[in-house]
Structures are given as C-alpha cells and as structure tokens.
C-alpha cells in the first residue's frame, strides 16, 4: 500500500490582483478611446499673408487657404519664411500662427457639455488670446483650450500668451503669457503630470523635457509677445455693440458720445470692454493696462458732449481689482476741456471687493468739459505694471437742492450729523504728480482699439 503525502499549496494573491488592474486598465482605456457622441467644433481663417498652406482633407494635399474657410480637427496649416495666418473661434479665441511653423487641429469638438479645443504645434510660434466670454466658460468647466508640443503641454486659462516649439528634440521651447495664467505641464497618455503654472509677465522655458520655474519677462521677451494685443482688436460691430452697453454702465454716460483707447505700440497697451454680468445683472467697465517698459503709458478716452461741471456736485463710481490681477500704482482720472486738464484725481488702494469713490467738481461757475481720460503710467517704481482695474455705476452727483434759511445753530447740527461718503478723494491739479504727456504728433482722440504713432 503507497501512502502518497502533498504539500500544502501557497496562496497566491498575485493572480486576483492583475485580474483587478487589467479591469482598471480596461476602463480607463473604454473611457479614453470608446466612441462617444460628439458635436464637430471649427476654427475660422480669418485672414494670411505670404507662403501659408492648409492640407486638404479631401485631396490629401496641400493648399492656399481661402479666407473665412474652417480649420477642422486633423487638417494642418503651416506657413513659410515669410508666412503667417489668423484664425480664430468668433469672440471666443484669437489665433496667430507666425512664420516658418506648422500646426494640426488635433481635436475640436463638443464633447459632453464641455467644448474642446487641442491644437499640436509641430514647431514655431503661435500668439493667442482668449475673451472674457471664453473664460467665463473656463470657469464653469464647459471648455478646454490645450497647446500639445513634442516636449510639453499648455494648458490655456483665460490668457493672452506665446508659445514656442522647435522641432528638433532637445532644443529649447518658451511659453510666455501676458494675463490670465498658463499651466505647463509634460505629456503623459495616463495621467496628469505634475507641471509649473505661469501668470501675467511670466515665461518658462523646456529644455531637454525638463520644465523650468517661472520667471519674469524680460524687456526683449515682452518685445516678442506684446503682438498677441494686436489680436484682441475690435471689429466695427463689436465697437456699435460696446457704445449700446456703455449707456447701462450709470448716468455718467449720458453726456458720452464716444470711447477707447490710447497707448504707444512699442511700449504699452490698454483694453477697454463694457460687459453685462450674467450674475449681478449690471454693466462693467473693465479697463486693462500693460505699462510695463519703462516711460509708458495708455489709457482709455471718453469724448463727452454737454457735460457742464457746474451742474453737478461731482462723479461716484465703484472700483475694484480683478482677483489674480495686479492693480495700477499710478493711475489717474483727468477731465478736459478744449485739451487742457481741469480736474485730475488719483485715486489709490484698489481692494478685490468693490469700494465706493466719490469726486467733487468744485465748479462754481460754467466749465464745459469734453474729454476724460483714465491714464495708467510707469511713473513708480514696483512690480505692478500690468493689470485689470474693473468699474460700475458709474454715475454723476446731482447738486443739493436749495433749502430755506435756517438758524445757524440748526445748520451747524445738520452738518454734524450728515453722513459723509464712503470715500471721498479730490485731488488738485497741481498736487497730482503730472503724466507723461503723448508725442506732439499723437492725439487722445484716436480710434477705438488703435495705438498711437
């Protein structure tokens, strides 16, 4: 009789746990790669010069591109040495593609509730910038906008920026970015990867794969990426549409006829947008300003008509700083009259939160004013030479109606007891430090949008 003895087997834990992680594999991949229903997305081609050519989706070749033709996901545009090409998703985002470049739509589309745009820079420069109405949709999670690069990822967050790629792997890559922030980060086809986070007048740079910290701009690097302004001019009907709001934005703009904005092109820019807050229902003024090399200075012109200081007691407004935004160090508000400057105030310490301010004209007689100008200047020393500096009910103060005499005992208790504005900040002109005054052959009354020369 053979006895015949086993050995206890050993437990393996290791089959039930690859079964688990092929599972997880298997969705991830489901989730990644299953198709899904989609609403196709495009851009629009605006406008180019020199050698640009688009690759055709249907001939599977080369071509000039016609102007306001789509640019749509897996075509291709690339441009020559002396090429270069706008386009853009209307009052959405702003697109430049520079010379000796090459980029593919790689994904445009309504993907759930959440539009997606991916662009893939094979090599070269592209400028872009983003509207408010786009970042409101960032915001709310109902849009994307990625730059993919052989060696890195931007993701674009509201921004105004420049991104480089070379096409030969180790040499370096830039990003710089003018407002808003930009996140950079390594292309991982799994997950996430941890990245570096850019804001107004930061770059980095990617060498090698490795994704350097943020620093800021020097004057030569904001020289390459100040052309990304020229992307946010306003069309004729969105100027009609800006002068429609401006007349909700308070009483003040009663006596307004026209406005926009003024600046140098070398050395400075200012945007002005009048726009309805979806949440608080009111019209803002949001003015931007980028005074950053030295001597600069913008602004935004009001041309006003009828506007007698005499007839009111002053000008309220309140004022805030956009959060993430830096705000002006030297500002000022000047009222003119046949070109000369009759009234400057300065006001200072702009909070996140909304602050009340309150000027008063002094003008006992007539005193007929027909510009006001909101100047930004690079008078001061500090870090804060780009900024948002937002603006509503803006409104003008009646003048006090006439009262019966009364004793001067009662008078003087009503003095005492009247309540005395938030703030109030009158300046004299010949306090107020003096702004940089524009070149002889400039003028404040310039079209909208249009820099000085």
């Known amino acids: 009789m053979s006895i015949r003895i086993e050995k206890p087997k050993t437990v393996s834990h290791w089959k039930p746990l690859i079964v ?20 196709p997305l495009a851009f629009e081609i605006l406008g180019f010069e020199g050698d640009v050519q688009i690759y055709d989706l249907q001939t599977h070749s080369w071509r000039v591109p016609k102007r306001g033709e789509e640019f749509v996901t897996s075509q291709k545009i690339k441009t020559g040495t002396d090429g270069m090409v706008n386009f853009q998703v209307e009052n959405e985002i702003h697109l430049r593609l520079k010379e000796n470049s090459e980029i593919q739509d790689e994904e445009s589309r309504v993907v759930g509730k959440r539009e997606v745009y991916k662009l893939r820079l094979a090599q070269g420069v592209l400028l872009g910038a983003t509207t408010r109405q786009f970042e409101r949709k960032q915001k709310d999670d109902k849009a994307v906008l990625k730059i993919l690069t ?7 967050h509201g921004a105004i920026f420049r991104v480089q790629a070379s096409a030969q792997p180790g040499k370096e890559n830039k990003i710089g970015v003018l407002r808003g922030f930009v996140e950079v980060s390594k292309p991982s086809p799994f997950f996430r990867s941890e990245g570096v986070r850019i804001r107004g007048l930061e770059e980095t740079s990617v060498v090698g794969g490795v994704i350097q910290p943020a620093t800021r701009v020097t004057s030569e690097a904001w020289g390459l990426m100040k052309e990304s302004y020229e992307l946010l001019e306003k069309s004729a009907v969105m100027e009609a549409e800006q002068i ?20 140098t092109p070398k050395i400075g820019y200012a945007g002005r947008e009048f726009f309805k807050d979806p949440d608080a229902g009111q019209v803002f003024l949001e003015t931007e300003y980028d005074v950053f090399p030295a001597g600069s200075f913008c602004g935004v012109y009001i041309k006003t008509r009828d506007f007698d200081l005499s007839k009111y007691a002053g000008l309220s407004f309140e004022v805030r700083r956009k959060a993430d935004e830096a705000s002006p160090e030297s500002f000022f508000i000047e009222l003119k009259s046949k070109g000369n400057v009759v009234r400057r105030y300065a006001p200072r310490t702009f909070e996140n939160t909304w602050k009340l301010v309150e000027f008063d004209f002094h003008a006992p007689k007539s005193l007929v004013v027909n510009e006001v100008a909101f ?10 030479k780009k900024g948002v500096l937002e603006f509503r009910n803006i409104n003008l103060m009646p003048l006090p109606e006439a009262s019966a005499v009364v004793p001067q005992v009662a008078a003087k208790a009503v003095a005492v007891s009247s309540p005395q504005p938030a703030v109030k900040q009158p300046i004299a002109s010949s306090v107020a430090p003096q702004a940089p005054a524009p070149a002889a052959n400039s003028s404040l009354a310039v079209p909208k949008e249009v820099s000085l020369e």
């Open 20 to 39: 688990v992680l092929v599972i997880a594999a298997g969705l991830f991949l489901w989730s990644q790669f299953a198709p899904r229903s989609y609403k």
């Open 150 to 156: 052989r060696d890195y990822v931007a993701n674009i």
């Open 244 to 263: 429609d709001l401006s007349k909700k934005a308070g009483s003040f703009f009663n006596v307004v006829f026209d406005h926009g904005t003024f600046f």
């Open 375 to 384: 100047v930004f200047t690079n008078a001061r020393v500090g870090e804060a």
